[in-house]
């Protein structure tokens, strides 16, 4: 049986200096309770999608197959 999850979390990118001025990195932090539900590892590759629609970014994630 499939189970459908629906999660919602407020996020804020945390902001890295890059090498270089002007350069910088984003990242996204993921809720525990998010890496806990989808048994997230640090082993894991997941692959991102993103969807731009009506000025709405939806980020997509999808665990890669090794």
């Not at 001025?21 to 998010?34: A, R, V």
């Not at 692959?47 to 980020?59: C, H, Q, R, T, Y």
């Amino acid at each position: 049986m499939l189970k459908r999850y629906i999660l919602y979390h407020i996020v804020k990118p945390c902001v890295r200096k890059g090498e270089r001025p002007g350069n910088e990195t984003y990242y996204l932090k993921y809720p525990i309770d998010i890496v806990r539900t989808f048994n997230i590892t640090t082993t894991d590759e997941l692959v991102l999608s993103i969807e731009m629609k009506d000025d709405n970014i939806s980020l997509c994630y999808r665990r890669a197959m090794k």
